[in-house]
């Protein structure tokens, strides 16, 4: 079975500081993608990166980085100097490859509260 | 590029009755996946429609039915409204397989 979990349920942290999200995933499919979104309270989920199994690569974009580990089947998200911005529900997802890669399987997510 | 579009936004039903939510997809995306969003489960996958046909069904009972439009646009409808139904329901669309899906404002519905 495919499962995702962020451990974290809630995490505050103040303005500037560095924070680390963690999400660790089970599947015991070859080939799967993962992805983190993120959750404003307006409400509507914001895409943030997708991943394939096969792409080890850390990403940077900006403030936002990205360490997947097949090895520990995790994929945590890292925020650089905290912004008030950032505040939300972040979400790591898991799916499948071929016909099942429109059902998503998400964590439940962490709450972000920056304070400035 | 317009993004993911959902109405209505906000809806009240009364428990018996029943709903239909719609979606319309980004331009040129032909999948369309539906998520219930509660409290206290989580985001839970309802279905996915691609060219019309449902591909993928969530672990939902049958009062949960949808369809999708030859122009994409897809409806949910939820028959015999429960009060475990109040929830955010979100509509994402996808480009085609591995793509990744882009999600709309939500309908939230409640039953009272």
């Known amino acids: 079975a495919q499962k995702v979990t962020q451990a974290q349920t809630e995490i505050s942290v103040v303005e500037k500081e560095d924070v680390t999200l963690d999400c660790v995933y089970e599947?015991?499919?070859?080939?799967?993608?993962l992805f983190w979104y993120k959750q404003p309270p307006s409400g509507e989920l914001v895409f943030l990166i997708r991943?394939?199994?096969?792409?080890?690569q850390n990403e940077i974009s900006g403030r936002y980085s990205w360490n997947f580990q097949k090895s520990t089947s995790s994929f945590n998200f890292t925020i650089t100097a905290s912004q008030v911005v950032d505040s939300a529900v972040y979400f790591c997802?898991?799916?499948?490859?071929?016909?099942?890669?429109?059902?998503?399987?998400f964590g439940k997510g962490t709450k972000l509260s920056v304070k400035p | 590029k317009a993004g993911v579009t959902q109405t209505p936004r906000y809806l009240i039903k009364t428990r018996g009755q029943q709903v239909t939510l719609s979606c319309s997809p980004i331009?040129?995306?032909?999948?369309v996946s539906w998520y219930q969003q509660t409290p206290g489960q989580g985001l839970q996958f309802l279905f996915e429609?691609?060219?019309?046909?449902?591909?993928n069904k969530g672990n939902f009972p049958g009062r949960f039915s949808g369809r999708q439009f030859s122009n994409s646009r897809s409806e949910m409808n939820v028959s015999t409204l429960e009060l475990g139904d109040s929830a955010l329901y979100l509509c994402?669309?996808?480009?085609?397989?591995?793509?990744?899906?882009?999600f709309g404002p939500g309908t939230r519905l409640t039953v009272t």
């Open positions: 997802a898991l799916s499948r490859e071929g016909g099942s890669q429109g059902n998503l399987i």
């Open positions: 599947t015991r499919d070859t080939t799967y993608y």
């Open positions: 331009s040129g995306h032909r999948s």
């Open positions: 994402a669309s996808r480009h085609r397989d591995n793509y990744e899906q882009y």
């Open positions: 429609y691609f060219s019309e046909t449902q591909r």
């Open positions: 991943r394939n199994s096969f792409d080890e």
